[in-house]
């Protein structure tokens, strides 16, 4: 059993059949690469995940628990944190703030009206944003407004928040995308060391190879909406049918 | 002491040396020079003044903070006079019980129509409010005033009559809304040589509540709970999927708001014990927004900046009239005179409305941030000449502080 069981998930826009059949599982403590080319519905999966969107039909259990017609904020409290595509940031405040809020979210719950204190008032809450901040290697940065951050470092700051809130399952959505190579270089490192160092599921959605093949345990590969194979980074790469779905089109 | 940094300290602080200066600071020319007319520090004038900052204050923790744009909160200043006038007709003129009614009335009220309108956000959730506050008027207006069921005295507004029942009101104590004893109207008028300065209970009394108010404010924007708030603001999504709930975020932060309006409303009918459904109409909900918006959403002294702004212009300008024009321009030959107030005329006296949209107008184009931000320009604006100054006097740069 794995910590995520995804469970013959359909999901339908209209007429077109977005998610079909998908069977997922994710094995605890590994990192879970879903690939496949543009429109295949990988975000439409991790959205269903994360309830976002709520499926046709199907399960998707985390931990043994069923996360469908849970709220968002429900199911990170369960223990999943989510990256976006481009990254979600809380751009009108500082790092430090941005870092903070999350840490409030694991000690207080989904809303506290702590509205007497000072923020100042809050050693443990601090502490431990500023631990996470140096973590980051973004300790000098924590009085920017977040806005101004260049896109690698809003990456990096958004992977932090989530990790903050130590989630047994993060999910990230392209965590690359559009970025220049050294942002995504530097994001690969970043990964692979969170990879290294701590026990933690990820699962990520990525387009770049260069990305998956440097992190990936396991790969699903991902195509109109179904799960083409399932198997490790070197059988992938060899896989006729990949190529044809998915690699032969990039090349 | 107090839970509050320095730089809030002293924030405090100021406003509570201006607030208690107000007679003196108000009223700076002497009663019968020509200026006169531009004295502000009357009573009436005054306790407006502080009543609609603290309504601008609590509205600006919702607005301010969350982003989210209520043009209904009119509606619950007028909830807060209806009940403060009932106090005054059930039980006494005291005027505590009103203002704790008004409070606890309007903040309840503030819930019920909070919990529907924030289902929406954005310009939706404006129009709800308005819709909210405009139903609150038409029913203080009319449904709630016939002869079965009067709640609110219709067109005449709510007043206290000499048969209501007023079971605690003392046999001596005064005929007027009173703290204790002391009459709201109560005044003392000192006069030093040409000036004269009135000290009013009523006005101390607002200005000690909007001091403890605007204290509290601080501690609230100071606090997770309001750094949550501006969180909404910046990213609703981003919070979601933080694990926290916005709704009841949103939530508290609209009646918190609504008690703001509710206190701002029952010390107005502790000023003068009568309470009327225009005080509900959407103009008056817009008021509060325009206050807010001048004097600089989001900050904390703003809103007091902008409701003393508006209610200033809208008492002293509305005075100036064409006989006080001609006064004036008197020194000009005759038909340049009557040129010249014919161009100013449609500004002033009951065109001030004109003045004030101008002046809203040029804020919102080159001071975003309100007079605050007009504030800190000038004061940026002056450091740097003085540094300047010094460099050439000294010869040598200063390091920068
Ligand atoms: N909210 C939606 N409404 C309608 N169609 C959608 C919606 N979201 C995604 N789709 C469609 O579902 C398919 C899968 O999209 P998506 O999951 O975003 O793909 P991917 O992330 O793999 O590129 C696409 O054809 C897309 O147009
Ligand atoms: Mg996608």
Known sequence: MGILEVKGVNKRFGGLQALGDVNLSVAENTVHAIIGPNGAGKSTLLNCLVGKLIPDTGSVMFDGQSVLGRAPYEINQMGISRVFQTPEIFGDLTVMENMMIPCFAKRDGAFELNAMPSVGSQKDIIERAESVLEDMNMADKRHMHSASLSRGDKRRLEIGMCLSQEPRLLLLDEPTAGMARADTNNTIDLLKQIKDERDITIAIIEHDMHVVFSLAERITVLAQGTPLVEDTPENIKGHPKVREAYLGESA | ?401
Not at chain 2, 47 to 67: D, E, M, P, S
Not at chain 2, 161 to 182: E, R, S, T, V
Not at chain 2, 208 to 228: D, E, H
Not at chain 2, 353 to 360: A, I, K, Q, S
Request: with cysteine; proline share 4%.
């Open chain 2, 1 to 401: 002491m107090f839970g509050l940094d320095k730089k809030d300290k002293s924030l405090l602080a100021i406003v509570a040396i201006l607030t208690l200066l107000a007679p003196f600071i108000l009223n700076p020319f002497p009663t019968d020079s020509a200026m006169a007319q531009f004295n502000a520090g009357y009573p009436d004038l005054m306790q407006r003044f502080v009543i609609f900052g603290i309504f601008a204050v609590g509205f600006n923790i919702l607005f301010g903070l969350t982003g989210y744009l209520s043009f209904g909160h009119a509606a619950f200043l007028g909830v807060g006079s209806y009940s403060a006038v009932w106090m005054f007709k059930l039980l006494s003129y005291n005027i505590i019980p009103a203002i704790i009614l008004a409070v606890i009335i309007a903040g309840l009220f503030s819930l019920l129509i909070g919990f529907v309108s924030l289902r929406r956000s954005g310009i939706y959730f404006s129009i709800l409010t308005l819709a909210f506050a405009q139903m609150s008027f038409a029913l203080a207006y009319s449904v709630l005033s016939n002869p079965k069921f009067n709640l609110t005295n219709g067109e005449t507004g709510l007043q206290v009559y000499n048969d209501d029942p007023q079971i605690l009101q003392g046999a001596n104590a005064p005929d007027l809304p009173h703290l204790f004893g002391l009459s709201m109207r109560s005044t003392y008028t000192m006069e030093i040589g040409p000036w004269a300065f009135d000290f009013n209970a009523g006005y101390y009394v607002c200005a000690v509540i909007m001091m403890v108010a605007f204290y509290l404010a601080i501690r609230i924007f100071r606090s997770p709970f309001g750094m949550m708030l501006r969180a909404v603001k910046s990213n609703q999504q981003r919070m979601n999927y933080t694990g926290l709930n916005t709704r009841p975020y949103t939530l508290a932060a609209f009646v918190i708001s609504g008690m703001y309006a509710g206190l701002a409303g029952g010390l107005m009918a502790a000023m003068d014990p009568l309470a009327g459904a225009e005080r509900m109409q959407w103009t008056a909900s817009g008021e509060v927004v325009l206050m807010t918006i001048l004097g600089g959403a989001g900050t904390l002294i703003g809103p007091v900046l902008g409701a003393g702004f508006i209610k200033y212009f809208e008492n002293i300008f509305s005075k100036i009239n064409d006989n006080v024009l001609h006064g004036w321009f008197a020194f000009l030959p005759d038909g340049l005179e009557d040129f010249v107030v014919t161009i100013i005329h449609p500004f002033v006296g009951k065109g001030w409305h004109l003045t004030l949209g101008l002046m809203f107008m040029m804020v919102v184009i080159f001071l975003p941030g309100g007079l605050v931000e007009g504030g800190q320009r000038l004061a940026a604006w002056v450091r740097g000449k003085r540094n300047k100054g010094k460099d050439k006097t000294t010869g040598k740069t200063e390091p920068a502080e």
